[in-house]
Nanobody, 122 residues
Framework: QVQLVESGGGLVQAGGSLRLSCAAS????????MAWFRQAPGKAREFVSV????????VYADSVKGRFTISRDNAKNTVYLQLRSLKPEDTAVYYC???????????????WGQGTQVTVSS
């Protein structure tokens, strides 16, 4: 089991930037995939991006491609999500997740963080 803790959320204006962090501990992550999801009030949890712990594999949802960047620092056991050109529709709780296989569905991931709130004002 992997423990995940997100941080870095906050209130920003449209067009602004924010960097989210996900600190991991517990089992080794060498063969895992690390993903970001988000969930707005009254909506389903939505896939945002994923990165493999090893190698260069990344995937982005169409809604964030070109604006968000996922990255990792293996030495710090941390995954980041750089949010740029933020829009009000990006407002949501952002969750970090980890699992042994890649997927864009919630069920692909066995470990989840508590979430961090991102609010974008217009």
């Amino acid at each position: 089991q992997v423990q995940l803790v997100e941080s870095g959320g906050g209130l920003v204006q449209a067009g602004g930037s924010l960097r989210l962090s996900c600190a991991a501990s517990g089992r080794t992550l060498s063969s895992y995939y690390m993903a970001w999801f988000r969930q707005a009030p009254g909506k389903a949890r939505e896939f945002v991006s994923v990165i493999a712990w090893s190698g260069s594999f990344t995937v982005y949802a169409d809604s964030v491609k070109g604006r968000f960047t996922i990255s990792r620092d293996n030495a710090k056991n941390t995954v980041y999500l750089q949010l740029r050109s933020l829009k009000p529709e990006d407002t949501a709780v952002y969750y970090c997740a980890a699992g042994p296989t890649y997927g864009s569905n919630v069920g692909s991931y066995s470990s989840w963080g508590q979430g961090t709130q991102v609010t974008v004002s217009s």
